[in-house]
């Protein structure tokens, strides 16, 4: 076969390596897909720098409840289950954490079929009746090159399109499972600030003491603040989890065009959205 | 066994007495100059049922929420599964290929009685198929 290509054939392979290039620029590679789900994937392991969750809620709101120091002494606060809850919430984020790292592996560069090799197997040289000439080798390492991302793009879009159709209510409804686990936390440090505000103002009612009132306003306001410091770190989780679902949204809506120019947008938008989030 | 709509929806009732809650605590703390003490006492006691009736709905709606998780998060790792087989799929396709290039300088090697060229592309093809 190779014998029909020598130089006056060069032009029309040339032609053919334009038309291929032109498909090419149809078909980008997922390049958004995968900024998307590494913003995702880094939000979802950010959850080990939380240091406040099921179990400290529940050693504070043992003793933010129990109106009586004395009674405190012997209490015990048995926070057993809420150490599991904290295992079960890390190996939630795990399980979408490696969902969305799964899935920037085959939208992202990490999985190339590498068509390369043939076209680096044919070099310029007479092989018996063949003659290969060094433009004729060139065109076809080139096309090998074209042809590496025209078949790994069309073949991830198909799988990325399988995955969405199939999984996408499941993973929406996971995402609101995390969503409500950090309101329904988050809501619960609130109910104990606000208790915490309650006992801070009897207790201020109940002395006159300028060094008792002192102690009070200083013990309230530090753990008040801290508090505070763990629900906006909270806030912060649900507002990013809000824009990794949406953006799973987006991409579930556009299956059928992973490469319109809309989508690209939106996707990189989220994927800078949830980088803000993170970093603010 | 509930669902996690049933979950949102504790967890909205939880809001409504938390807000009912931080409103009457408000007013407590505005106004504890200015109320009798047994008034004061009757107000944190009603405020202290609220905020107890939030947290049991908080609390209630987590459990719907852990009931139900393992059933999704089960299937989310299904769908990672799919998508490494896919991965996979891909690198085998990419073996088949390197396999498929070094037959070809193999057979170019032959054509050309290159020696050593048939021991390199040997020696590229047993390790297209190793990998």
Redesign the interface.
Known sequence: MWNTYNMKNTPTVLCGLFFFSLLQVACVPLKEVHAFTESSVQTLENDHQIDYKYADYCWDSCYLFNTSGRQLADFDCNCGQDEK?DS?VR??YD??S??FT??G??AGAG?????A??G????E????N?TVTANEAKVVNALATVATDLF?TR?KSK?IK??LE??HD??A??M??MQ??I???K??I??MR??L??RG??L??GTSADGEKWGIVYTYKQKYKELGRVMATYDKRYQSLEKIKQGHQALFENVNDLHSEGLKKKILGFAYDIIYINNH | MGTVNDAAFANKLGHFYQNMADGMGQFIHTQIGTLPKDKVTSLTDQQNQLINYANMFFTLSDRIAFEESETYFKGISDATDDIDKAVKEIKDVNKAINIAAGLITLAAAIVTENGSGIVSSLQTIAGAIKS
Request: proline fraction near 2%; hydrophobic fraction near 40%; avoid cysteine.
């Open positions: 809850y079960i190996k939630e399980v979408l490696d969902y799964a899935l592996k085959l999985s190339y079929f590498n068509f090799p043939i680096d197997a044919i070099q040289g007479t092989y018996g063949l790994t073949y799988k399988e995955i199939k999984y499941t993973v409804i996971a609101e499972i409500l686990h309101d329904n936390l809501s619960r609130g109910l606000t208790k505000q309650q103002d009897l201020m009612a």
